[in-house]
Each structure stands twice: as C-alpha cells, then as structure tokens.
C-alpha cells in the first residue's frame, strides 16, 4: 500500500512537471529562434551552490528558461544546476549578460568566452547587454562576431530603455538586430509606449521585476484587485500576475530559490484570466516603476563597479 501511494506520488509529480513544461509558450524571435516565454531569474542569490540547488529543481520540474549575468556572480552555480539537472542542453534556453567594464571590441570577445567557462557551455541562447552606458558599440560588434562564431544564438538590450535616443541608436547601429528587450514591466508598471515601439520593431519584450521585486515590498501582492482574480481562482497573487505576463504576450522571468515559490510560479498554464479579468488588470498601470536609478548614476558608480570571477 505505502509502495503504491509512493509510486502515486512520483508519477503525479513527474506528469505535473510533463503538463506545465508542455503548456510553457514560446515567442518567435526576428531571427527564427523560439524562445520560452517563461523562466527563472537569478538575481540577487547568495551564491553558486545556492543556485545550483534552484536550477537544478526548476529544470527537473519544467523550466526550460534560464536568465543570469555575470554580474550576478552565480553564473558557474547557474552551470552546475544545468548539469546537474540531466536536462541536455539543447533543451534549456540560457541567458545572460555582459557588464559595462567588459565592452569593447576585443575585449568582449574575451569576456564571452570567459562566460562560456564559468557557465560551463559551447554557446549561450541570449546574450544582453546589461547597461546602456560605455562602449557598447564595441561591444556588441563583438557579440554580433560571436553568433557568427556559433558562440551566441541571439542578441538583446537590457535597461535600455534609460532613454529614447539609447534605444534608438542601437536599432540604427546593430546589424544583428536586437531579438529581445529586456526592462522592468508588472502591472503597475505596463510600459505600453515601449512595447508598442519593440512590436514595432518585431522585438520580444522580457519583463525583470515581473512581479515587482524587493523594492516593491509586496505591493503587487495586496492589490485588491489582484487578490479578488486570485481568489477566483484559488491561485496566488503571484501566479495571476505571472498569468497576466503570458496572456499579454510578454517574457516573465521570476526569481526564486525557494522550492515552493519556484513549483508556485510555473503552477500557471492550468487557468485563463478572462477578458473582463484582463481589463482589470490592465487598469493597474500607472506605470510606476519600483527601481529607479538614473542613466547619470548608471554611469558614475556602474563603470567603475569590477566584477569578479
């Protein structure tokens, strides 16, 4: 008997892991990759063996998505998860960054391939560049070498959304187009003009922040309206608004560590908002932000900020 429910167990598990990688959506991106539009985020975790555990749990319970940087330190604990997971690579989507100190052309080339080593890979899925400050020009002429060197499969833009002439001139300067473009973006925060302008632009926008972050202090997670949706649907303040992410079109990259926080969030292809239920929740924008540091600040303390290896 306690053999069966054992055996119950196991296999209700691994046909729930089966069920919300199955339903995981995928955006086609301006260069013909798909991309899962749902995955982890990795910032702000205190340390690698910490993010191997995460990594590890999330790939063995339906994540197929995986944003890091090197700027959040874990990039070799992000590698040993992927290992450790059993997963085959082909089957992950992994992205991550390259920080300001290590633009320029030469010098990134350099840096790519020292990601390569920590992540323990042959090639990165997507690589951003993390700030729009210093020589990004340089530095991605040289991402642009590395995708024709099979390095890197895809290219994006991380915060560059600090203003519109940064945007603009990387669209005028890429010749490998931007396929992704990373910002902050929650419902109080819906930044409809840029995602406006990168449909315009044929660019998949990826939300950080997606349920608010720390800064938020929760926010999001006592709004009455966000509360009363959840309800209706015994699910989680977190898991509608991560439902709202998927049902707009957007990338939602939460992060966790926590084994139950992780299962709560992929928990979220079993149920639709409806149409009533979406337009409320767009009526929460007030495009309030919850991190704010300006391009100027960006640029005094983040080029001098030196990561470590």
């Known amino acids: 008997m306690i053999k069966r429910i054992i055996f119950g167990l196991v296999i209700g598990i691994a046909a729930m892991t089966t069920n919300a990688q199955s339903q995981v959506p995928y955006a086609e991106l301006n260069n013909g990759l798909k991309m899962p539009r749902f995955g982890i985020g990795t910032f702000n975790v205190p340390g690698d063996s910490i993010m191997a555990d995460a990594i590890t749990f999330a790939l063995k319970n339906g994540y197929r998505h995986i944003d890091t940087a090197h700027a959040y330190r874990i990039e070799r604990g992000v590698g040993q998860g992927i290992k450790d997971s059993g997963v085959p690579r082909e089957d992950i989507w992994l992205t991550s960054k390259i920080w300001p100190t290590e633009y320029g052309e030469g010098k990134t080339l350099k840096a790519i391939d020292e990601m390569l080593e920590r992540l323990g890979v042959d090639y990165i899925d997507l690589l951003y560049v993390h700030q729009p400050i210093g020589d990004w020009r340089g530095a991605w002429r040289d991402m642009e070498k590395a995708v024709k060197a099979g390095k890197i499969r895809a290219l994006g833009i991380s915060n560059f959304d600090a203003a519109d002439s940064l945007y603009n001139a990387v669209i005028e300067f890429a010749k490998i ?65 991560l439902r709202w992410h998927i049902q707009e079109g957007l990338s939602a990259i939460p992060g966790a560590t926590d084994h139950g926080y992780i299962t709560e969030n992929i928990n979220i292809f079993d149920f639709e908002l409806t149409p009533e239920e979406m337009e409320a929740m767009r009526s929460l924008n007030k495009e309030q932000r919850f991190f704010n540091m300006s391009l100027e600040d960006k640029q005094k303390y983040l080029l001098n900020m030196k990561i470590e290896d």
């Not at 473009?181 to 939300?207: G, M, S, T």
């Open 177 to 241: 187009k931007p396929a992704v473009f990373q910002i902050e973006c929650h419902p109080y925060a819906q930044r409809l003009e840029w995602r406006k302008r990168a449909d315009a632009d044929n660019i998949q926008v990826e939300c950080w922040f997606p349920l608010g972050g720390a800064m938020s202090n929760g926010a999001l997670f006592k709004d009455p309206t966000i509360m009363k949706i959840a309800e209706a649907h015994d699910k989680t303040p977190a898991q509608i608004i």
